[in-house]
């Protein structure tokens, strides 16, 4: 296994210090998923890898006002890896500002899974926590009461824009001899609303709603293909007032390659998210519903609602065996149908279909630094043995469990396990439907003679022919020391 020391900083309200070390080892081609997957990017695919981690964080009240202040965050976060698609990164590196509801964020900072599990659950349809987080500025709202509402009905909401980091390693990583499609400085465009309807302090039962959708636009394509652009030339996207206008409001919008065929600037993936939530004492469940989209295509029911990510979290109250269970069905086999027609002046009729999630035209998908934006069982490129930037593997279903438990303050532990079927894509289908199961566990340990320090095991399994198998270990130590302690 290799071994390494990560040393980062960090200065928040509980000033503290840290020291990492961390390490992957692994038998068959690539790592087995759970060791790299939903980690923000961090963790290569490749069998054995490791990184060091250099960082500093501070959180600052600006203010007086201890019911209301204005708080100040920053932080820095650097990277060094071996064995990986990089070798020194900037993970995060942000600025933002709080006060009362609002947050104004401002750089790159890790993501989260609206109304999920960020621990247990197997990740986000259209938005997760798998790929190298996009530097942006952000506007949030967080939930507040509509007026009238005596707090039964509330709102919260963001909108933001941003830029990839991946364009060197696209044209690094690409087949040159092939001509194959990478693009660089593609913008990026985020949006959520989401609603709560309930009062737990007056009923134990609330409803969210709410509605996300991600853009990429901007910046240029090389060697893309099809619709009117066959000769491979690189395309400049407009990035004018109209192209950020056109993104946040895609309808009415096309592409420059779109002709006699338009149907939506960029590459707009999305996703309706609807969770709802019994709280009882100590006991919570919840239940959530993910249904995705792309394009204007499955914006509405009219294609039904096949596709989704249907999960319900359990929260237990406390007790030394198990804090949380999760379990998710997921399924991306329909994406509107088998058949896609443009209308044209001699046949007006249009049909969509074969929505190829993640994958696009002109960008290369939905991805960053080749791991997949949304879902980890959407094979992610950074797979692909030739070298080329697509989604070879979008059409899945899935079963997923994930557990965890506190047995002491000095012991937690948690425990994946996913069961997946795939079908390849609608325009290259596998020969034989393909089953790959992954298989995670972990425990972290908090020694009492070495105060502050902790230890991370995680052993798991891949088994099927999507991926192949594997079996490897990750270990992660870590030192924490407290500035406030005297």
């Known amino acids: 296994m290799l071994t390494l020391l990560s040393i980062g900083i960090s200065k928040a309200n509980a000033q503290e210090v840290y020291a990492e070390i961390n390490g992957t080892a692994s038998t068959g081609k690539y790592a087995p998923l759970w060791l790299s997957a939903n980690k923000q990017g961090l963790l290569s695919v490749r069998p054995n890898s490791a990184y060091q981690r250099l960082g500093i964080h501070d959180k600052l009240t600006l203010s007086a006002d201890t019911a209301n202040p204005w708080k100040l965050s920053y932080a820095a976060d650097v990277t060094l890896a071996q064995n990986a698609e990089h070798t020194f990164m900037i993970h995060q590196l942000y600025g933002e500002i709080e006060y009362k509801k609002l947050r104004f964020l401002a750089g790159q900072k890790e993501n989260e899974i609206d109304m999920r599990n960020n621990s247990l659950t197997s990740g986000g349809l259209s938005q997760g926590i798998n790929a190298h987080p996009i530097p942006k500025v952000l506007l949030d709202v967080s939930y507040f009461s509509v007026p009238y509402t005596n707090g039964w009905w509330k709102m919260r909401g963001r909108v933001g824009f941003g830029k990839t ?276 566990a972990e425990a972290t340990y908090i020694p009492k003679f070495m105060n502050g320090c902790t230890a991370t095991l995680a052993l798991a399994l891949d088994n099927g022919k999507l991926i192949g198998n594997s079996f490897g270990a990750q270990l992660t130590i870590r030192k924490t020391i407290d500035l406030d302690k005297k």
């Open 165 to 440: 980091t991946d364009g060197d390693w696209q044209q690094r990583w690409v087949d040159k001899t092939s001509r194959q499609r990478y693009t660089s400085n593609t913008l990026y465009h985020e949006k959520a609303i989401y609603w709560k309807f309930g009062k737990e302090d007056k009923f134990p039962l609330t409803f969210e709603p709410g509605l996300q959708m991600m853009t990429q636009f901007g910046g240029t394509s090389y060697n893309a293909t099809g619709r009117n652009h066959e000769d491979g030339a690189p395309i400049i996207h407009p990035e004018d007032f109209n192209a950020f206008w056109h993104a946040f409001w895609p309808m009415g919008s096309e592409d420059v390659t779109d002709g006699m065929h338009p149907n939506a600037a960029g590459n707009t993936v999305g996703s309706y998210n609807i969770a709802l939530t019994w709280t009882e004492d100590d006991w919570r469940l919840r239940a959530y519903f993910e249904r995705c989209f792309e394009d204007q295509s499955m914006l509405t029911v009219q294609y039904g609602i096949f596709d989704h990510l249907l999960g319900l979290d359990l929260k237990l109250p406390d007790n030394p065996y198990v804090s949380n269970i999760v379990v998710e069905h997921m399924s991306t086999k329909d994406q509107a149908g088998p058949v896609y027609h443009d209308a044209t002046v001699n046949i007006p009729e249009s049909y969509t279909g074969i929505d190829n999630y993640y994958n696009h035209h002109l960008f290369t998908g939905w991805q960053h630094w080749g791991m997949a934006i949304g879902h980890p069982l959407i094979t992610s490129p950074l797979y692909n043995d030739d070298n080329i930037i697509t989604f070879r593997n979008n059409r899945i279903r899935a079963l997923h469990i994930g557990v965890d438990g506190q047995p002491s303050e000095r012991l937690t532990w948690r425990a994946l396990a996913t069961f997946t079927r795939n079908w390849g894509t609608y325009a290259k289908p596998f020969d034989d439907v393909i089953s790959q199961n992954h298989f995670m």
